[in-house]
């Protein structure tokens, strides 16, 4: 958490805020641009943190490293948490009830990372204490709750982020821009996934908790797969299309962690089809890894995987000659293979060497980690937001992708638990939403 390097993060999202190209691909990093960096320089957002769990902390130590932030305030119920919090941030004041942490006048910016189940609340409240908001995802636990910050977002001047990381990853701004540029061709398709090998279970030092720190298992708290993993994902396919499924269908199930109580599925497949037809095929299961964590974009003329932060093209004339070197050297070797099986071969993509998205280093997410992963553009979402708790400049669209997403993952589980298809409800559309 100490690598130097990371200080540059707000550089780099300023760079690229100042190309024309990438902010019609990304109009929230306007919010961003390096000339508005400079005009906060000196200054500093007072921020305080609500539930100091690990994703709390993790915000934490990526605050350390923004200059414009100071921490003021911690709260949390749960006293262990709050006393780990306190030792990153000593000189911060510590709260139990968040309600006497809003009435803080000396409070710019609150960052929300509780459970699902209470994010509309505390969002709701911040909002009317007039404070600037950072809530984690997902957006809500239901429709309805989303439906109610969303208008009082409309109705107020706060700013409000949701930390919808991959909007500010560089490979995905990147890689989004190249498909609006044409290179994959037409979008035809996407395919994601999320594949882990963990129960998601924490340990529990007293049954009277169980709910407080197993949240994530139950219901009451929780959206499961869908919006702790797939939400994330379903941004991105938003994101790339402009556009949303009209309708979903989906199976579910506990299959693997069937005895310890849990309420949410261990394995989700869901598909969401659009009005032309396409769709986005969904995957999750979390009691094997082999398949890691990707977003595949499919187009007519070429495979955009934003997560690994590679491209395929299904006619490469572009390859260098080393690639094509290797290429040939593999195909000559096959061919040498006398045919005693299939005299077809499927073109995989393992035979076949990618382009990658950026330039030198791109740091990827296995998608291994319950916590978060370096470089993946929550460092700077939330260096964004400190500065806009400086400036009161709301980035556009975050909370409108944060909406769409978080109710495709609510839709998701609707259509699961009913086994039917469903179509989008007109009363949860928003006018951002096209269709
Ligand atoms: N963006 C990402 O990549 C990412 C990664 C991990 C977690 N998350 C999100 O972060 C949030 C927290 O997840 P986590 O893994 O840190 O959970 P956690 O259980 O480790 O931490 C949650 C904390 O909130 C506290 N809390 C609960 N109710 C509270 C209340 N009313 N007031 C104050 N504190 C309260 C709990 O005591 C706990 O300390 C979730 O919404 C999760 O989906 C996002």
């Not at 009161?392 to 993952?409: D, K």
Request: charge should be negative.
């Amino acid at each position: 958490m100490t690598d130097p390097s990371r200080r540059s993060f707000m550089r780099s999202l300023g760079v690229l805020a100042g190309s024309a190209a990438v902010l019609s691909t990304a109009p929230w990093l306007a919010s961003c641009s390096a000339d508005k960096q400079a005009a906060v320089t000196g200054e500093r957002a007072r921020i305080a943190l609500i539930g100091t769990g690990s994703r709390g902390q993790y915000h934490l130590h990526n605050l350390k490293l923004i200059p414009h932030s100071e921490v003021v305030a911690l709260c949390d119920i749960h006293q262990p948490h709050l006393d780990e919090a306190s030792q990153l941030f000593p000189e911060a004041k510590t709260y139990t009830d968040y309600h006497a942490l809003l009435d803080d006048p000396d409070i710019d910016g609150v960052i929300i990372a509780t459970p699902l189940g209470t994010h509309a609340r505390i969002t709701l409240d911040a909002l009317d204490a007039g404070k600037h908001v950072f809530c984690e995802k997902a957006m809500a636990l239901t429709l309805d709750e989303c439906k109610e910050v969303y208008e009082r977002y409309k109705q107020c001047d706060n700013v409000l982020y949701y930390c919808m990381q991959r909007m500010y990853d560089e490979k995905y701004i990147r890689g989004v821009q190249m498909i609006n540029d044409g290179l994959i061709g037409d979008v035809v398709g996407m395919r994601c996934h999320w594949f882990r090998n963990a129960d998601w279970r924490r340990d529990c030092p007293d049954p009277s908790l169980e709910r407080l720190i197993n949240w994530r298992l139950y219901r009451e708290t929780s959206g499961g797969l869908m919006t702790e993993l797939a939400s994330h994902q379903l941004e991105v396919c938003s994101w790339v299309t402009g556009k949303m499924p009209s309708k979903i269908m989906g199976m579910g199930d506990i299959i693997h962690w069937k005895h310890d109580a849990r309420e949410v599925y261990d394995t989700v497949n869901v598909v969401y089809k659009y009005s032309d037809g396409r769709t986005i095929s969904y995957e999750s299961l979390i009691s094997n890894k082999y398949n890691g964590m990707e977003d595949q974009i499919l187009g007519s003329r070429g495979t955009m995987n934003l997560a690994t932060g590679l491209y395929y093209l299904e006619e490469d004339n572009s390859r260098s000659g080393i690639k094509q070197l290797l290429s040939s050297v593999r195909e000559s070797v096959f061919s040498a293979i006398p045919a005693a099986g299939p005299s077809w071969r499927p073109e995989t993509a393992d035979a076949y060497i990618p382009h990658s998205i950026l330039d030198g280093v791109t740091h990827v997410n296995n998608g291994q980690s319950t916590i978060g992963a370096d470089h993946d553009g929550s460092e700077d979402i939330l260096a964004s937001f400190c500065q806009a708790c400086i400036t009161g400049e709301r980035a556009v669209n975050v909370v409108e992708e944060a909406y769409s997403a978080t109710a495709l993952c609510l839709l998701g589980n609707k259509a699961i638990e009913e086994g039917t298809t469903i179509d989008f409800p007109d009363e949860y559309k928003i006018p951002y939403m096209k269709f």
